[in-house]
């Protein structure tokens, strides 16, 4: 089969059959579907590195807001959860690049004792206009009203406010592909040609494989914080020997065999590749501090940094960290996890600055959902918009994006039991993303089926 053939068969398939395809209309579709992102299509390299905090993350006490007026609404809404005006960080908008609401917003400093510094990294990288703030951010098929989500007259995501059916949904942004391709997995089908020569996917993941990244056109990368984990056949006992050289062989007989013999070779051979790289270049001079995500954040520096050697001129990034699941414990708990994702994504922006490709790279995070405005007592509860950080030399930093909700239980926002409507959808955040990492404005409905449902295609925040 032919490489146009299989992208169209493939795109299509994704699409859910013949009633999407009527529907965005046959031949704007072939057109689309069957355009190569050839070997000559990019002259630069891009990077995009997804930044995904388990469990729910509580943007509401990340991204407060700090004037007099706005923090008494936000005092009174979150009640047990507000967090001190003392433990604020404030933020400088850059001219014109205030919140939609007119307040003043804040980062959280620190309000535990395990953690000091708070988010002072990424309050340092948004003054200094390296990043920028995209607010209520959520799983969307088109806009939602209040009316329309308590009279059940809008489409919705499947299974709202479930974590594992909120990870998938973002991360794949759609409902109707049988087989799950991620955004990400689908954007590296199709770019798959421009990596001529590529010795790993497009697609890397750290430690486990990503809903993100998944594709129809090959294999995620799964590479460890450490490197690639070899498989060192010189230290296993006979029979695990034995079982190798059997694989070694390439004389197997049945079908699956063969297809397991080649996916362990090609896993052999990746990893050889990726550790003769790194093991090659000399280490990085930029200090990362000592957390789980930090270690993610290194590893993907030094594979761009031998970015060369393994023949890249795309690649999307999936790194991640858990514990934001806060329905209790909010005020000690979370402080520590973003003192730790502001202080890697910080070291992760000044290692890209060392290796000179801080306008190349581009960090942003993805969570479940926001969480409710109400407070349970000690915690928040599953809610649905949450605010979001994009950075990166490329990034329009220093300014707010989207609409930041009102914080107000029971307001025009809450969709009931304080869980905030998100104004705007992933799509629209993954599309502006995707349009800088080079795909086509006009094939951005093929991975994005539900684009056309909101009025702004480029929320503006990539340059």
Known sequence: MKRREFLRNSICAALGGAG?????????????????????????????????????NDALNMVIPRDASHYSQYATARATLAVPQSALLPLTPQAGGGASDGADYALQASTSAEETVGMSGLQSLFNNGKAAILGNVGTLVRPVTKAEFQNGTAPLPPQLFSHNDQQSYWQVSRSDDGRNLGWGGRIADLLHDANPGAFIPMTVSLNFESGLERSANGNQYVVGNDGPRYFNWFEWDGDRRTAYLKLNSKTQAHAMERSYAASFHRAREN??????????????????????????????????????????????????????????????????????????????????????????????????????????????????????????????GGRFYGTMPKLQNGGVDDAGWGQIIPTTSVDQYAATLARWFGVADTDLDLIFPNLGNFNSRNLGFMT
């Open 20 to 56: 999407l395809y009527s529907a965005l209309g046959n031949l704007r579709l072939l057109e689309a579907a069957t355009r190569a992102y050839g070997p000559t299509a990019f002259d630069d390299y891009k990077a995009m590195v997804c930044i995904f905090m388990f469990g729910g």
């Open 271 to 396: 990893a050889s590749a990726v550790g003769t790289a790194l093991e090659s270049s000399p280490p990085l001079a930029t200090p990362f501090p000592d957390n789980h995500l930090a270690g993610q954040l290194k590893m993907v520096a030094r594979l761009i940094k031998v970015r060369a050697e393994l023949g890249m001129k795309r690649q999307i990034y999936f790194v991640s960290m858990g514990g934001f699941d806060h329905h209790d414990g909010l005020l000690s708990g979370q402080p520590v996890l973003l003192a730790q994702l502001s202080r890697a994504v910080k070291a992760f922006y000044d290692a890209t600055v060392e290796l000179g490709v801080a306008n190349n790279v581009t960090a942003f995070t993805a969570s479940d959902f926001g969480r409710t405005l109400s407070s349970n007592g000690d915690g928040s509860d599953h809610g649905w918009g949450g605010h979001h950080f994009v950075v990166g030399g490329a990034v329009r």
